[in-house]
Protein backbone atom coordinates (compact mmCIF):
# COMPACT_ATOMS: atom_id res chain seq x y z
CA UNK A 1 0.00 0.00 0.00
CA UNK A 2 0.80 3.69 0.08
CA UNK A 3 2.25 3.74 -3.40
CA UNK A 4 2.68 7.44 -5.04
CA UNK A 5 3.15 7.71 -8.80
CA UNK A 6 4.83 10.79 -10.80
CA UNK A 7 4.81 11.42 -14.58
CA UNK A 8 6.52 11.91 -16.72
CA UNK A 9 9.97 10.25 -14.61
CA UNK A 10 12.36 12.31 -16.95
CA UNK A 11 11.90 14.72 -19.22
CA UNK A 12 14.15 17.13 -21.34
CA UNK A 13 12.52 20.73 -22.83
CA UNK A 14 14.05 23.28 -24.30
CA UNK A 15 14.44 27.01 -22.70
CA UNK A 16 10.58 28.83 -22.39
CA UNK A 17 8.30 25.83 -22.67
CA UNK A 18 6.05 24.92 -19.88
CA UNK A 19 6.46 21.55 -18.19
CA UNK A 20 3.39 19.46 -16.31
CA UNK A 21 4.40 17.03 -13.88
CA UNK A 22 1.79 14.52 -12.30
CA UNK A 23 1.44 13.04 -8.76
CA UNK A 24 -1.02 10.42 -7.97
CA UNK A 25 -1.90 8.85 -4.83
CA UNK A 26 -2.39 4.93 -6.37
CA UNK A 27 -4.40 3.23 -3.64
CA UNK A 28 -5.30 5.73 -1.16
CA UNK A 29 -6.58 9.24 -0.07
CA UNK A 30 -4.58 12.27 0.17
CA UNK A 31 -5.66 15.22 1.16
CA UNK A 32 -2.42 17.17 1.55
CA UNK A 33 0.88 16.82 -1.12
CA UNK A 34 3.77 18.52 -1.11
CA UNK A 35 6.30 18.84 -4.12
CA UNK A 36 10.26 19.32 -3.48
CA UNK A 37 12.74 19.74 -5.73
CA UNK A 38 16.37 18.41 -4.98
CA UNK A 39 19.73 19.09 -6.76
CA UNK A 40 22.34 16.99 -6.76
CA UNK A 41 23.85 15.43 -3.50
CA UNK A 42 21.49 17.74 -1.30
CA UNK A 43 18.76 16.90 0.72
CA UNK A 44 14.96 17.79 -0.21
CA UNK A 45 13.94 21.58 -0.50
CA UNK A 46 9.81 22.04 -0.03
CA UNK A 47 8.64 24.10 -2.86
CA UNK A 48 4.83 23.98 -1.61
CA UNK A 49 2.06 22.26 -0.09
CA UNK A 50 -1.20 21.75 -2.08
CA UNK A 51 -4.27 20.52 -0.33
CA UNK A 52 -7.15 19.32 -2.40
CA UNK A 53 -9.89 22.25 -3.19
CA UNK A 54 -7.74 24.82 -2.35
CA UNK A 55 -4.81 27.37 -3.34
CA UNK A 56 -1.06 25.81 -2.66
CA UNK A 57 0.76 27.50 0.35
CA UNK A 58 4.41 28.03 -1.28
CA UNK A 59 7.70 28.39 0.70
CA UNK A 60 9.21 31.60 0.89
CA UNK A 61 11.78 32.35 -2.23
CA UNK A 62 9.56 29.88 -4.67
CA UNK A 63 7.39 31.92 -7.34
CA UNK A 64 4.12 30.96 -7.25
CA UNK A 65 3.41 32.17 -11.02
CA UNK A 66 6.71 30.22 -12.37
CA UNK A 67 5.69 26.66 -10.53
CA UNK A 68 1.79 26.20 -10.73
CA UNK A 69 0.09 23.70 -8.58
CA UNK A 70 -2.84 21.99 -8.92
CA UNK A 71 -4.68 19.82 -6.64
CA UNK A 72 -8.24 18.65 -8.64
CA UNK A 73 -8.49 15.52 -6.68
CA UNK A 74 -7.79 13.45 -3.91
CA UNK A 75 -5.43 11.71 -5.43
CA UNK A 76 -4.09 13.88 -8.22
CA UNK A 77 -1.79 17.11 -7.68
CA UNK A 78 0.38 18.77 -10.66
CA UNK A 79 3.15 21.13 -11.01
CA UNK A 80 3.66 23.24 -13.86
CA UNK A 81 7.02 25.14 -14.40
CA UNK A 82 5.86 27.93 -16.65
CA UNK A 83 8.52 29.07 -18.89
CA UNK A 84 11.02 26.90 -17.79
CA UNK A 85 14.94 28.02 -17.95
CA UNK A 86 18.11 26.01 -17.28
CA UNK A 87 18.29 26.84 -13.60
CA UNK A 88 14.75 25.01 -13.17
CA UNK A 89 16.79 21.72 -13.67
CA UNK A 90 16.43 19.83 -11.27
CA UNK A 91 15.23 16.42 -9.62
CA UNK A 92 11.29 17.06 -8.31
CA UNK A 93 9.73 15.09 -6.03
CA UNK A 94 5.78 14.90 -4.73
CA UNK A 95 4.45 13.09 -1.47
CA UNK A 96 1.36 12.37 -0.56
CA UNK A 97 -0.02 12.04 3.40
CA UNK A 98 -2.27 9.68 4.29
CA UNK A 99 -4.29 9.42 7.45
CA UNK A 100 -1.48 7.75 9.22
CA UNK A 101 0.37 10.49 9.13
CA UNK A 102 3.08 8.83 7.21
CA UNK A 103 4.66 10.62 3.88
CA UNK A 104 5.01 8.47 0.93
CA UNK A 105 7.14 9.62 -1.40
CA UNK A 106 6.87 9.63 -5.63
CA UNK A 107 9.94 8.01 -7.43
CA UNK A 108 10.72 12.02 -8.98
CA UNK A 109 10.96 13.73 -12.48
CA UNK A 110 14.20 14.54 -13.43
CA UNK A 111 14.10 17.92 -15.44
CA UNK A 112 16.62 19.16 -17.54
CA UNK A 113 16.01 22.75 -19.78
CA UNK A 114 18.22 23.31 -22.58
CA UNK B 1 15.87 25.66 5.71
CA UNK B 2 16.50 22.46 6.65
CA UNK B 3 16.21 21.80 11.08
CA UNK B 4 17.73 18.27 11.00
CA UNK B 5 21.03 17.42 10.69
CA UNK B 6 22.65 14.91 10.35
CA UNK B 7 25.84 12.85 10.77
CA UNK B 8 28.01 11.36 9.47
CA UNK B 9 27.75 13.32 6.16
CA UNK B 10 29.14 9.95 4.37
CA UNK B 11 29.47 6.14 5.62
CA UNK B 12 31.60 3.64 4.31
CA UNK B 13 31.60 0.01 5.63
CA UNK B 14 31.88 -3.34 5.01
CA UNK B 15 29.03 -6.08 4.62
CA UNK B 16 27.65 -7.71 7.52
CA UNK B 17 28.49 -4.92 9.71
CA UNK B 18 26.08 -2.40 11.42
CA UNK B 19 25.48 1.36 10.46
CA UNK B 20 24.49 3.74 12.60
CA UNK B 21 23.29 7.41 11.15
CA UNK B 22 22.13 10.06 13.86
CA UNK B 23 19.96 13.12 13.06
CA UNK B 24 20.01 16.05 15.50
CA UNK B 25 16.26 18.63 15.33
CA UNK B 26 16.09 21.84 16.75
CA UNK B 27 12.45 22.34 17.32
CA UNK B 28 9.56 20.33 18.97
CA UNK B 29 8.29 17.60 17.11
CA UNK B 30 5.24 15.46 16.29
CA UNK B 31 6.78 12.59 15.08
CA UNK B 32 10.15 11.53 12.83
CA UNK B 33 10.83 9.87 10.03
CA UNK B 34 13.33 7.95 8.33
CA UNK B 35 13.62 7.84 4.60
CA UNK B 36 15.79 5.79 2.36
CA UNK B 37 17.44 7.28 -1.45
CA UNK B 38 19.06 5.32 -3.87
CA UNK B 39 20.54 7.52 -6.45
CA UNK B 40 18.49 9.22 -8.77
CA UNK B 41 15.50 8.18 -7.31
CA UNK B 42 12.67 9.12 -5.23
CA UNK B 43 12.35 8.32 -1.20
CA UNK B 44 11.56 5.15 -0.04
CA UNK B 45 9.18 5.26 3.61
CA UNK B 46 11.43 3.01 6.36
CA UNK B 47 10.09 4.01 9.72
CA UNK B 48 8.02 6.66 11.83
CA UNK B 49 8.67 6.80 15.36
CA UNK B 50 5.89 8.90 17.52
CA UNK B 51 7.60 11.89 19.62
CA UNK B 52 6.16 9.62 22.86
CA UNK B 53 7.61 6.55 21.75
CA UNK B 54 11.66 5.80 22.66
CA UNK B 55 12.49 2.92 20.03
CA UNK B 56 10.94 1.26 17.27
CA UNK B 57 12.05 -1.96 15.69
CA UNK B 58 11.56 -3.12 11.55
CA UNK B 59 13.70 -6.01 10.60
CA UNK B 60 16.98 -5.02 10.39
CA UNK B 61 16.40 -1.54 11.00
CA UNK B 62 16.13 0.04 14.65
CA UNK B 63 15.24 3.41 15.83
CA UNK B 64 15.91 5.82 18.92
CA UNK B 65 14.36 8.97 19.89
CA UNK B 66 15.39 11.10 22.19
CA UNK B 67 13.17 13.73 22.57
CA UNK B 68 15.18 15.63 25.23
CA UNK B 69 18.63 15.75 23.35
CA UNK B 70 16.46 15.93 20.38
CA UNK B 71 18.12 13.71 18.18
CA UNK B 72 17.39 10.02 16.88
CA UNK B 73 19.70 7.32 15.54
CA UNK B 74 19.24 4.69 12.66
CA UNK B 75 20.80 1.43 12.95
CA UNK B 76 21.17 -0.54 10.06
CA UNK B 77 22.21 -4.57 11.12
CA UNK B 78 24.05 -6.98 9.37
CA UNK B 79 24.37 -4.59 6.51
CA UNK B 80 24.61 -5.76 2.30
CA UNK B 81 25.24 -3.82 -0.36
CA UNK B 82 21.55 -3.22 -1.38
CA UNK B 83 21.91 -0.85 1.54
CA UNK B 84 23.89 1.98 -0.27
CA UNK B 85 22.15 4.82 -0.71
CA UNK B 86 21.56 8.09 1.12
CA UNK B 87 19.46 8.20 4.50
CA UNK B 88 17.39 11.09 5.01
CA UNK B 89 15.49 11.75 8.90
CA UNK B 90 12.64 14.37 8.45
CA UNK B 91 10.58 15.68 11.03
CA UNK B 92 7.23 17.54 11.53
CA UNK B 93 6.19 19.64 14.25
CA UNK B 94 2.32 18.58 14.41
CA UNK B 95 0.03 16.24 13.17
CA UNK B 96 -0.43 16.96 9.04
CA UNK B 97 2.28 19.60 9.18
CA UNK B 98 5.06 20.09 6.56
CA UNK B 99 8.15 17.88 6.55
CA UNK B 100 11.54 18.91 7.64
CA UNK B 101 14.59 16.98 6.09
CA UNK B 102 18.09 16.81 7.21
CA UNK B 103 20.96 16.96 4.93
CA UNK B 104 21.00 13.13 5.01
CA UNK B 105 23.87 10.47 4.98
CA UNK B 106 25.87 8.67 1.93
CA UNK B 107 26.14 4.93 3.24
CA UNK B 108 28.24 2.98 0.98
CA UNK B 109 28.42 -0.83 1.97
CA UNK B 110 31.18 -2.58 0.58
CA UNK B 111 30.63 -6.14 -0.34
Known amino acids: GAVVSQHPSWVICKSGTSVKIECRSL??????MFWYRQFPKQSLMLMATSNEGSKATYEQGVEKDKFLINHASLTLSTLTVTSAHPEDSSFYICSARDVGEGQYFGPGTRLLVL | SQQGEEDPQALSIQEGENATMNCSYK?????LQWYRQNSGRGLVHLILIRSNEREKHSGRLRVTLDTSKKSSSLLITASRAADTASYFCATDRTSGSRLTFGEGTQLTVNP
Open chain 2, 27 to 31: TSINN
Open chain 1, 27 to 32: DFQATT
